[in-house]
């Protein structure tokens, strides 16, 4: 019992240093990323035109931030289920996700009239940890169903 114990506590501050690292990505995202639209839409946007983008800048860092939160969010999925199974399904639903939310993001950024709307949600969900917010009960209740 007490190696079980022993053994949650270490989960739970693992947990909790891969939400800190979450809270530093969110805390330092403007010397991190390149990414004019985090201004642009704290502001007046849907009267504004979209501001220029340094197109290869601006995707390089929309990548490497989704990547970061998924590592993340991979990790507290493998810490709260311990699962190789789901580990696998969850690296494959990041893989899968990220590739139909950057063609949005293209086809949105490309568009003779931009859906500023669209363009903020895709982006949205590239950029925060949202799918960790949605799988983690969704996995929960799987494993309960399965046990």
């Not at 501050?13 to 979450?22: A, E, K, M």
Request: charged content about 15%; some cysteine.
């Amino acid at each position: 019992m007490l190696k079980n114990l022993f053994q949650n506590k270490l989960k739970l501050s693992g947990i909790l240093l891969l939400i800190c690292c979450f809270m530093l990505i969110r805390l330092y995202e403007n010397e991190l990323f390149y990414d004019p639209l985090l201004v642009y839409f704290k502001s007046n946007y849907m009267s504004l035109p979209l501001p220029k983008l340094n197109t290869e800048q601006f995707i390089f860092g929309i990548v490497f931030r989704y990547f970061l939160n998924s590592i993340l969010s991979i990790a507290i999925i493998q810490l709260v289920f311990n699962d190789l199974k789901m580990l696998k399904f969850a690296t494959l639903l990041y893989l899968i996700l990220f590739i139909l939310l950057m063609v949005l993001l293209f086809f949105f950024l490309n568009s003779e009239i931009p859906n500023k709307m669209a363009l903020f949600y895709v982006r949205r969900f590239l950029i925060q940890p949202l799918f960790l917010l949605l799988f983690l009960p969704a996995f929960y209740i799987q494993n309960k169903s399965l046990k």
